[in-house]
């Protein structure tokens, strides 16, 4: 099992049921997970807090979407550079290219991962 022991994640998902889900698997892990269920909260979390480990991240979010939210992280400087896991439905090409060009170190496709598979990405980017 992975140890995110004092490792800070953001997990951004507006289905409750999945972020729920998915906090309390990186939990079982250690990790302290902060949940923001729309793109504008995370952003607010994210400046509050500029010491996440990792960010997971849904595309598909309220008020403000997934790649917007990575254009604010990447245009503020204290906060640019924090890793960020793209967590989605969408896994068209350009989808990917977009999220990769936006500094996303993988891109998920949640409904063919298991939250174990999930966990296992997390503990490849912040070992």
């Known amino acids: 099992m992975a140890d995110f022991t004092n490792k800070r994640i953001l997990l951004v998902e507006d289905d409750n049921f999945l972020s729920e889900l998915l906090s309390k698997k990186l939990m079982e892990s250690k990790a302290n997970v902060m949940r923001a269920a729309d793109g504008e909260e995370a952003i607010?979390?994210?400046?509050a807090n500029p010491k996440f480990d990792l960010i997971l991240l849904d595309l598909m979010l309220p008020k403000v979407g997934g790649f917007e939210v990575m254009e604010a992280i990447n245009a503020d400087p204290k906060i640019a550079g924090t890793p960020i896991i793209i967590l989605s439905n969408l896994g068209q090409k350009n989808d990917v290219e977009k999220?990769?060009?936006l500094g996303a170190k993988k891109f998920l496709v949640k409904a063919i991962l298991s939250l174990d598979e999930i966990?296992?990405?997390v503990a490849e980017i912040i070992k």
């Open 44 to 47: 607010t979390m994210v400046k």
């Open 99 to 101: 999220g990769v060009s």
């Open 119 to 121: 966990v296992d990405a």
